[in-house]
């Protein structure tokens, strides 16, 4: 018997690590015998952050092509972000031109494909070649439309504007002008391989680590693997003398890429919902602590990724858009697997792979911007406030987000199953009490701290910003809830919907307050961000409208009064005589 008890979850857990240590498991090199792994793993400088060529690669090529991280060769097979790198390193100097031939640069814009003389085709991507002709027509364009005022830009110009933008890059890329190599000399600052070039030749110096750099670069063109691999290594070990601590983040960075563990999360977390959801039908028991212990596993997952990039950018665990998103993620599955092993209903189970699941996603969504590991504001560059304020307010986020849910949740079960019974009406209501207490003061404490940070840093407490009152009115509308809850104004059906509403305000305060592109705090706007949280929106008014059904409607409701009407017919027909 107890071994049946724990068989299932046991297969259901190792079948989720086997997944995740088949993804870690590093690739095998190509057949052609370029290091392209090491060459991805040496540092570089870009945006001011030391980072691996292969993450500079990554998000170069993620910007162009979309948000992919890879690429298709002239014969159809994936290949990785080094590779078009070097692609376009060697372009400068090389007759193949096989750069400018690569399908990787996506044009979504039907007037720009117009524009460009190009036909729609599957995946809308294009190479260089295929609309080089038109180049004079697009800067052109580019110009005028740089001149005018953003506001009255169309939506050629900015699409005009991004692949200009694009263009920019990739001929930083190919003139070596970006990104900044390693010095040979720690003392040296950090310069662009061309500019290193030309200054150890103008002062008849030997510079190793340019000489080394340079020859890796020719090797390539030349197709010389042998010599590629040779300078590498050269190269590589000027790194780790001069830059140890670097270089060896670097290298951990190139596995966390090549891992992604927050992709992986996401698809751990929808088997989670959906081993959750057959505990409903089946044996609820041993399924249902499968799925517990399957989420345990992805939240240590997540949990080791939220450090590892802690460990990579040297900061507290929320420094941007995409970390808060990853972070408010953590903190529901976390605070929803706390509530399972309390309550063991499976309310847990499912509420934490939803929201983790979501909150994933939507971090993916910001990470096709650019690097994820770069700082949003100059301001946030203070590590104190950086693990008080910010963390704290997005503790609040998250608390609110998970009461929310949770009362998503209650509204959905008691409408559309019969489920909800009247001693898990009490428990869900006791659970969304006690997340919206912890919600309140997660939300308080860190809005005073940010009127303290925002003292120190800009002379004022408080200056009305809309993100200053966003944070306001999540811990307004906590207090509502409470008091409306403590004032015998509302009941369970109540706080269900109270907390819903304050997902809208969690929502506004977290990336609506952003869209305004007003304030200290206005960065992150995004169009696509507007549409996706009026999406949101909407998506918590209709459940806010099918929780005020009529009560009697509800089946959860209509199949409490069902069992009661049989017991008692029941005992009727028992005591008539026979």
């Not at 509308?477 to 907390?499: E, F, Q, T």
């Not at 009697?552 to 069902?562: I, L, Y």
Request: net charge positive; aromatic share 12%; charged share 15%.
């Amino acid at each position: 018997m107890q071994v049946n008890k724990y068989l299932l979850p046991g297969i259901v857990v190792l079948g989720g690590f086997l997944y995740l240590f088949a993804q870690a498991a590093p690739n095998s090199q190509p057949a052609n015998g370029f290091n392209l792994q090491g060459f991805g793993q040496l540092p570089v400088v870009d945006r001011g952050r030391i980072k691996p060529i292969d993450t500079f690669a990554r998000v170069s090529l993620m910007v162009m092509n979309d948000g992919f991280q890879s690429f298709k060769d002239e014969n159809g097979v994936r290949q990785p972000a080094v590779r078009w790198l070097l692609d376009v390193m060697t372009s400068r100097f090389s007759d193949k031109g096989t750069a400018e031939k690569l399908k990787v640069i996506r044009i979504e814009n039907d007037q720009l494909l117009g524009v460009l003389s190009l036909q729609p085709r599957p995946g809308l991507r294009y190479s260089i070649n295929e609309f080089s002709k038109q180049l004079p027509a697009l800067e052109e364009r580019a110009k005028a439309a740089e001149q005018k005022e953003p506001a009255k830009r169309n939506t050629l110009d900015r699409s005009v504007l991004q692949l200009a933008h694009h263009l920019q890059s990739y001929i930083e890329i190919a003139s070596l002008q970006t990104p900044l190599i390693i010095p040979a000399d720690k003392e040296l600052e950090w310069k662009p391989f061309m500019q290193a070039a030309i200054e150890a030749k103008n002062a008849n110096r030997d510079d190793p680590a340019t000489k080394a750099f340079g020859n890796m670069i020719l090797a390539y063109e030349r197709n010389e693997p042998s010599n590629f691999n040779k300078s590498l290594d050269e190269y590589r070990s000027i790194i780790d003398k001069s830059l140890p601590a670097e270089a060896s983040i670097s290298k951990f960075e190139v596995f966390f890429n090549h891992f992604s563990p927050f992709y992986h999360c996401i698809v751990l977390y929808i088997f989670v919902f959906l081993i959750a959801a057959m505990a409903w039908a089946f044996r609820p028991e041993s399924i249902n602590r499968s799925a517990f212990w399957l989420c345990t596993l992805t939240l240590i997952v997540h949990t080791w990724a939220l450090l590892a990039r802690m460990y990579i950018q040297g900061r507290p665990p929320v420094t941007n858009l995409y970390s808060s998103a990853v972070f408010i993620g953590w903190g529901c599955v976390l605070g929803c697997v706390i509530l399972e092993a309390i309550y063991k209903n499976g309310v847990g189970n499912i509420v934490g792979s939803v929201t983790g699941a979501l909150t994933l996603l939507i971090a993916q969504h910001l990470g096709g911007e650019g690097d994820t590991l770069e700082m949003m504001q100059a301001v946030l560059d203070t590590n104190f406030w950086l693990a008080t304020h910010v963390t704290c307010i997005t503790l609040g986020y998250t608390t609110s987000f998970v009461a929310g849910f949770l009362g998503i949740f209650y509204v959905l079960r008691g409408v559309f199953t019969p489920t909800l019974s009247a001693e898990s009406d009490k428990s869900l209501t006791q659970m969304t009490y006690g997340i919206i207490c912890f919600a309140m003061l997660f939300s308080f404490i860190g809005t005073v701290l940010g009127g303290i940070w925002a003292d120190q840093s800009w002379g004022r407490f408080w200056g009305w910003d809309p993100k200053e009152n966003g944070a306001l009115l999540i811990v307004i509308w906590n207090a509502v809830i409470l008091h409306a809850r403590w004032g015998g104004m509302v009941k369970n059906r109540g706080i269900a919907l109270l907390s819903i509403i304050g997902n809208m305000v969690t929502g506004w305060s977290w990336f609506g307050t952003n869209q305004l592109g007003v304030g200290l705090h206005a960065y992150g706007f995004n169009d696509q961000l507007a549409r996706g949280l009026t999406m949101f929106w909407i998506s918590q008014i209709v459940v806010l409208a099918i929780g005020l059904f009529p009560k009697e409607k509800w089946w959860s409701v209509k199949a409490r009064k069902q069992p009661v009407a049989g017991i008692a017919s029941g005992l009727k027909t028992k005591h008539q005589p026979a």
